[in-house]
């Protein structure tokens, strides 16, 4: 990439680790924390690193940056999570360059996700690039990237059956329960957790299940209770979690901790309870299990499991994918033309230099001489020879590197390094 002058750094990289090669304890190992991705950015910054985004979901946490070696992407994963450089080495990937451009693409897209055609991940990488513009690390290019990446991934939603229906960890667990629990809608349901993933199964369990004894609880009342005004639910403090999880038939637990918010400890029933756990980390206990009655199923279990509707989905990635290369390649010829950018403003810079001494020459020369009129004038043709030259060098049929050769030599420009 460094004759692209995006970076100080020769090289963009993708390093990470997903649910294809990682389960679901090793993949908590390496999750990230909104602290954590933070801490990340701003170490990023101080040891040179210019460009950095950070897309951290329940099936994959990944880096794609600028560095001069993928080691610095991977030490600072390891740096800020528990997992370590050894246990990267025997899941994690690395790509590069244009491989690391292709695997976005397909990730935020959804055909590489855990559920196909899952497009939370798109609201993850906007939210990773906007962190990423607050701390500095946000360059043209991962600006265009990842506004590439969403166009792609608004036209396959608009152009193709790929997402279909709902398309989530939070559809997949609502599924479940509709098939192992009789009579779902007259069971007692209790959603521990209410971030992102727990309101869509909250959404998605109303919708489904035509069920609305669905009690709340959140370590924080006040975001339950958003959801519980909205949707007319009961909620119930977090001290009364015991009690609440007693009663219920099935429990969702969505908590974002980095350690098990449920345990054996935790559980005293009088009747079978099915528990969800939608977390990564794992936030239920495994141990859980020992107690009789008690059914535990995780998310990488969830997603395993297909149906009619994913099946049909299938269909649709030939389409999408090539939706995906015509977009790609609208950011390939975006990215070609910065090899010769600071060519073209070295050009325009030379021009002006041109512009001003010929207009302070003729201003001193010619009485009536109207230097703002003229000002306007040149800066017109200033721009029309630039964006020649630059329609000149964008023209597949020419050799660039020789063209811009030869702009240099007959203008002698300087070009700044970048």
């Known amino acids: 990439m460094k004759n692209y002058h995006i970076s100080r750094h020769n090289s963009f990289y993708t ?25 990340i950015l701003k170490q990023a910054k101080e040891v040179g690193i210019d460009g950095l985004l950070i897309t951290a979901t329940c099936n994959r946490t990944e880096l794609h940056g600028f560095a001069q070696h993928p080691f610095q992407l991977i030490k600072l994963l390891c740096d800020y999570s528990s997992g370590s450089v050894e246990e990267f080495q025997e899941v ?69 059956e790929l997402s279909s229906g709902a398309t989530s960890v939070a559809f997949a667990s609502v599924q479940y329960i509709m098939q192992e629990v009789p009579d779902i809608s007259e069971k007692n349901i209790l959603l521990f957790g209410t971030g992102k993933i727990g309101r869509n199964t909250c959404e998605n369990l109303l919708k489904h299940t035509k069920n609305s004894d669905i009690t709340l609880i959140n370590r924080t009342r006040d975001k339950a209770q958003k959801i519980g005004g909205k949707f007319n639910l009961l909620v119930k403090d977090y001290g009364e979690l015991q009690t609440e999880i007693r009663q219920a038939d099935v429990l969702v637990v969505a908590t974002g901790s980095q350690s098990p918010t449920v345990s054996k400890a935790l559980l005293h029933l009088k009747k079978p309870l099915l528990i969800l756990d939608l977390s990564i980390p794992k936030n239920v206990a495994d141990d859980v299990t020992d107690l009789p009655g008690v059914s535990l199923v995780h998310l990488d279990h969830l997603s395993q499991r297909t149906d009619e509707t994913l099946e049909r989905r299938k269909q649709d990635i030939p389409q999408a994918e090539k939706i995906i290369e015509e977009v790609r390649r609208e950011f390939i010829q975006w990215l070609e033309t910065r090899k010769f950018a600071p060519v073209i403003k070295a050009l325009k810079k030379k021009l002006k230099t041109m512009k001003e001494e010929e207009i302070n020459f003729q201003s001193k020369k010619l009485s009536h001489f109207n230097s703002e009129q003229a000002d306007i004038i040149t800066d017109g043709i200033i721009q029309k020879i630039t964006k020649q030259f630059a329609n000149h060098l964008k023209d597949t049929e020419v050799d660039a590197e020789d063209s811009l050769e030869l702009i240099q030599r007959i203008f002698q420009l300087e070009v700044e390094s970048p």
Do not use: M, W
């Open 92 to 160: 994690g990937y690395v790509y590069k360059n244009y491989e690391a451009i292709d695997h976005l693409f397909r990730v935020g897209t959804g055909l590489d996700s855990q559920i196909l055609g899952d497009f939370e991940i798109i609201s993850q990488i906007k939210k990773g690039f906007a962190r990423s513009k607050k701390s500095g690390l946000a360059n043209p290019f991962l600006e265009r990237l990842c506004n590439t990446i969403l166009q792609a991934s608004k036209r396959i939603k608009n152009e193709t």
């Open 15 to 39: 390093v990470g680790l997903s649910y294809l090669k990682a389960d679901a304890d090793l993949r908590g190992k390496f999750s990230l924390n909104e602290q954590a991705e933070k801490a």
